[in-house]
């Protein structure tokens, strides 16, 4: 049984879509099996993975509005271990359209169902909003990982994330779990990342992650390139650090691996 992981925050910029990317690449360099799902209009998830979205003509918009089958729109990426569900900008217009659809909080959750036990992890990459298809991610998720940047206002908004996901866990979703807040941006020289680090730990202790992810240039130019910064600087600050969440997270989780 695999674990899908949720990757949210209602705040634009604190490298949710790095993180997404990234990590499941991680993972599948840990030779875990891992699907990423591009949840996101922006479709930065598809391109910093190799694929133009302009190109996509089928994605998981479709399969939640049409009922076209997720197997059908998986995308191999250049990474062994490594698939991709792409977005295109078309999502943006899936709200509307499932406003009138029964039980529309569960569409994604459906689509997933066939292929969930196919992986080890899905990593979904979420959209900066707490809109229907955010809600249709934390509700087929088990768990959800709160990127958080170093930076002022730091904490902003998180309160109201948390209390969507507990909304969530009541209505929607009783097994959804918090899987850890990601201090991302970190810049060791600003006293400002280290008050931010002391203040998230002191507020959330045992839900924040020991890996923390700096800030790096190569973690920027990666996804100009359509490769995981792990294929593109294997030994660099930036890959190290999503090597060791991956580590983290595998050893949180302990899964037996779908491919033994």
């Not at 009138?100 to 959209?127: F, P």
């Not at 209505?171 to 600003?190: A, F, K, Q, S």
Request: hydrophobic share 45%; glycine share 6%.
């Amino acid at each position: 049984m695999g674990k899908i992981i949720a990757i949210a925050n209602q705040k634009g910029g604190v490298g949710k879509t790095t993180t997404a990317m990234n990590l499941a690449a991680s993972l599948a360099v840990l030779e875990y099996k891992t699907l990423v799902i591009d949840a996101d209009p922006q479709a930065n998830t598809t391109s910093g993975l190799g694929q133009d979205p302009k190109e996509i003509e089928t994605s998981i918009y479709e399969c939640m509005v049409d009922g076209i089958e997720i197997d059908t729109i998986i995308i191999k990426t250049e990474m062994d271990n490594l698939d991709l569900v792409p977005s295109h900008i078309d999502l943006v217009g899936a709200e509307v359209e499932m406003i009138n659809l029964e039980d529309r909080e569960e569409k994604m959750k459906e689509v997933i169902e066939s292929i969930k036990d196919l992986y080890d992890y899905i990593i979904i990459d979420c959209s900066p909003s707490l809109g229907l298809i955010t809600i249709n991610a934390l509700t087929a998720a088990n768990s959800v990982i709160i990127p958080v940047q170093c930076e002022y206002f730091a904490l902003e908004g998180l309160g109201k994330l948390l209390n969507t996901i507990k909304i969530i866990q009541t209505r929607l979703n009783p097994e959804l779990g918090i899987e850890g807040i990601l201090l991302t941006m970190y810049d060791v020289r600003l006293r400002l990342s280290n008050q931010v680090v002391e203040e998230v730990r002191m507020h959330f202790k045992d839900m924040v992650f020991e890996t923390i992810i700096p800030r790096n240039v190569r973690l920027s130019e990666s996804p100009s390139f359509g490769v995981p910064v792990v294929a593109f600087d294997a030994e660099g600050k930036g890959a190290v650090a999503y090597l060791n969440l991956a580590s983290e997270i595998a050893e949180k989780n302990n899964l037996v691996k779908v491919n033994g």
